[in-house]
């Protein structure tokens, strides 16, 4: 028999090994078809493969595959499959709609609200296991209630409010997100990892099983990813990327009822969502790089990191570990809060 750590160990390991193995390949495939994109943040301008996406997709399946395997026949973890491939299905469905968006794109062909619903429709897995959820205390209110009762309606339970609501706009919510904090080299992926370590820490302590499968899978393909995306990157993640670490945020709080908690771990994304906001949505998080090697901030902040960058002079390697350890500053602070049940309304 195989023990929960073990499971997830080799589920970490699987995927670690898959998408080392798989983004080496795409990268040469993508530069011998000429899929490659301008690094917008080198006075060079050179051209990078994308659709690196497509090898963490691949990994983190290969993770998930492990986890049932051990589940299914060395008679390990105790998983509900039922919940897992809901949860499987959402972020592959989300990770493939990134990667029709990197091929067509919004500019070429995708308007700019579609491509923020679009992720509406892969959390419909979700939606449809009907997630239960615990009791939602209101503060100085207390718990709310689990039925309401509405005009010509009648009563109605949370549950499908929760359901048929609130799964849609929290995956939709973080995978447009994690979208948006996006630009320079080995920031997506590496806010992902941060994220995910933290989530699988408290997935591990509260037995969620399915929420730790998801968590150890992801952070796998991540960690690995990171290898080639890291400054400076030999390959682009794409949306396929960006896209599939909200959906795996989402699907891995909502799987382990940790909604109050991934609220608070997303708090760099609220910022940006408000530097976004203030520009329409129209500008992007790019720099402006100088002869000396650094990242000069435009004259319209319209993303976080450029809110760094004109704090100072700073390399794009600088600002990147600048918002990293903004976001390992949270998940601490996070997962304190969560341990010490400090703030009880909160977790």
């Known amino acids: 028999m195989v023990s929960f750590p073990l499971s997830l160990a080799l589920?970490?390991?699987?995927?670690?090994?898959?998408?080392?193995?798989?983004?080496?390949?795409?990268?040469?495939?993508?530069?011998?078809?000429?899929?490659?994109?301008?690094?917008?943040?080198?006075?060079?301008?050179?051209?990078?493969?994308?659709?690196?996406?497509?090898?963490?997709?691949?990994?983190?399946?290969?993770?998930i595959l492990a986890a049932i395997f051990i589940f299914s026949y060395l008679n390990g973890i105790l998983l509900n499959l039922t919940l897992l491939l809901a949860g499987f299905s959402t972020v592959i469905l989300v990770g493939f709609l990134g990667v029709i968006d990197d091929l067509i794109g919004w500019k070429n062909g995708i308007r700019q609200w579609?491509?923020?619903?679009i992720p509406i429709f892969a959390a419909l897995p979700l939606?449809?296991?009907?997630?239960?959820?615990?009791?939602?205390?209101?503060?100085?209110?207390?718990?709310?209630?689990?039925?309401?009762?509405?005009?010509?309606?009648?009563?109605?339970?949370?549950?499908?409010i929760y359901s048929l609501i609130l799964v849609p706009i929290g995956v939709t919510g973080a995978s447009n997100a994690t979208n948006m904090l996006a630009g320079l080299n080995g920031l997506e992926a590496g806010l992902g990892a941060i994220i995910a370590a933290t989530l699988l820490a408290i997935s591990i302590l509260e037995g969620r099983?399915?929420?730790?499968?998801?968590?150890?899978?992801m952070l796998g393909s991540l960690i690995?990813?990171?290898?080639?995306?890291?400054?400076p990157a030999k390959v682009f993640g794409g949306d396929s990327l960006t896209l599939m670490i909200g959906a795996g945020i989402a699907t891995i709080v909502i799987l382990g009822n940790m909604e109050k908690i991934g609220v608070m771990i997303m708090a760099l994304y609220f910022v940006e969502l408000i530097l976004k906001g203030r520009h329409k949505f129209q500008l992007e998080g790019f720099g402006i790089p100088t002869k000396e090697g650094l990242l000069r901030a435009p004259a319209k902040i319209s993303s976080l990191t450029?809110?760094?960058?004109?704090?100072?002079?700073?390399?794009?390697?600088?600002?990147?570990?600048?918002?990293?350890?903004?976001?390992?500053?949270?998940?601490?602070?996070?997962?304190?809060?969560?341990?010490?049940?400090l703030f009880r309304f909160l977790v």
């Open 11 to 63: 589920s970490f390991v699987c995927s670690f090994a898959i998408a080392y193995k798989v983004v080496p390949f795409i990268i040469e495939r993508m530069k011998m078809r000429g899929i490659c994109g301008r690094d917008m943040n080198k006075l060079q301008g050179l051209k990078v493969p994308e659709l690196g996406g497509i090898g963490v997709l691949l990994g983190f399946s290969g993770g």
């Open 114 to 117: 579609q491509h923020a619903l």
């Open 127 to 160: 939606m449809a296991v009907k997630v239960s959820n615990p009791p939602i205390m209101i503060p100085l209110f207390g718990v709310a209630p689990a039925e309401y009762l509405l005009p010509v309606i009648g009563v109605v339970s949370f549950g499908i």
């Open 209 to 217: 099983i399915e929420s730790a499968v998801i968590a150890a899978a």
């Open 224 to 231: 690995a990813f990171l290898k080639f995306n890291w400054f």
């Open 306 to 341: 450029q809110l760094v960058m004109k704090q100072g002079r700073f390399t794009e390697k600088q600002v990147v570990l600048a918002i990293l350890s903004m976001q390992t500053v949270i998940s601490v602070l996070v997962f304190i809060v969560y341990y010490f049940k």
